[in-house]
T-cell receptor, first 112, second 110 residues
Framework: DAGITQSPRHKVTETGTPVTLRCHQT?????MYWYRQDPGHGLRLIHY???????DKGEVSDGYSVSRSKTEDFLLTLESATSSQTSVYFC???????????FGQGTRLTVV | DAKTTQPNSMESNEEEPVHLPCNHS???????IHWYRQLPSQGPEYVIH???SNVNNRMASLAIAEDRKSSTLILHRATLRDAAVYYC???????????FGKGTSLLVTP
């Protein structure tokens, strides 16, 4: 299995609080992605990174920010969590491109 | 971006072959065809990808129409473990963004 770890795996937080999810890889892959998955919507891209300090927005980036200060870590931050951000969040990594991307096990976030 | 169209769901019997279709009539000449699947309660996993020629690997085969406007993922012998949502995705072979649609939910029955 590819070396990709998401933390935490589960989190319950209150509306208005900041939340940071971490994606850590040991593969030294260039590309890293954050997706969210909700019933009826499939996976939607939030942000992605194509190198250290190089990030770009995806389809549903409002309310989220990311940072990548090291190759191995990609952080997703909800500055002020809302109930609409209750979701399962997946991190993915890839070395060459869209073929062969590896996904983490997901983080289930509940905002109450 | 070029779009894909897949059936919402399909059903197959165990140990039978499964053909999962994907239409992509607006595919560009440089778009690869990627397939991923997602088992229940897991993250997606890569299955196969191709550009023009048919492709085989240990998991599946990918048959690409001559005009590239459609493709078919072939599972040669379905098992219960193959029950998953299968996603057909178009894109360049770069690292930029996998755009997942709704996919096809495959049910495999004993």
């Amino acid at each position: 299995d590819a070396g990709i770890t998401q933390s935490p795996r589960h989190k319950v937080t209150e509306t208005g609080t900041p939340v940071t999810l971490r994606c850590h890889q040991t593969e030294n892959h260039r590309y890293m992605y954050w997706y969210r998955q909700d019933p009826g919507h499939g996976l939607r891209l939030i942000h992605y990174s194509y190198g250290v300090k190089d990030t770009d927005k995806g389809e549903v980036s409002d309310g989220y920010s990311v940072s990548r200060s090291k190759t191995e870590d990609f952080l997703l931050t909800l500055e002020s969590a809302t109930s609409s951000q209750t979701s399962v969040y997946f991190c993915a990594i890839s070395e060459y491109g869209q073929a062969g991307a590896f996904f983490g096990q997901g983080t289930r976030l509940t905002v109450v | 971006d070029a779009k894909t169209t897949q059936p919402n769901s399909m059903e197959s019997n165990e140990e039978e072959p499964v053909h999962l279709p994907c239409n992509h009539s607006t595919i560009s000449g440089t778009d690869y065809i990627h397939w991923y699947r997602q088992l229940p309660s897991q993250g997606p996993e890569y299955v196969i990808h191709g550009l023009t020629s048919n492709v085989n690997n240990r998991m599946a085969s990918l048959a690409i129409a001559e005009d590239r406007k459609s493709s078919t993922l072939i599972l040669h012998r379905a098992t219960l473990r193959d029950a998953a949502v299968y996603y057909c995705i178009l894109g360049g072979n770069s690292g930029y963004a996998l755009n997942f649609g709704k996919g096809t939910s495959l049910l495999v029955t004993p």
